[in-house]
């Protein structure tokens, strides 16, 4: 899976990492290789909580490429 991750540095010069397609998910960290690795495991923990938050019949499932 490919996400856009939108790295900024703050005042206090830690890097903020958002993942705008995925409302929520953020994280920092001291450098930017560091918030990138930091928003690699925010991004997993937040698919998997929504996973559990959702019951759906795997009948139904359709993956879609774009």
């Not at 960290?29 to 495991?41: L, R, V, Y």
């Amino acid at each position: 899976m490919k996400l856009r991750v939108i790295v900024e540095q703050d005042e206090a010069g830690y890097y903020v990492a958002e993942v705008p397609a995925l409302p929520g998910c953020l994280s920092q960290g001291k450098t930017q290789e560091e918030a990138i690795a930091n928003i690699k495991e925010a991004i997993e923990g937040w698919l998997e909580v929504m996973e559990s938050k959702q019951s759906f019949d795997s009948d139904h499932l359709v993956e879609v490429a774009v």
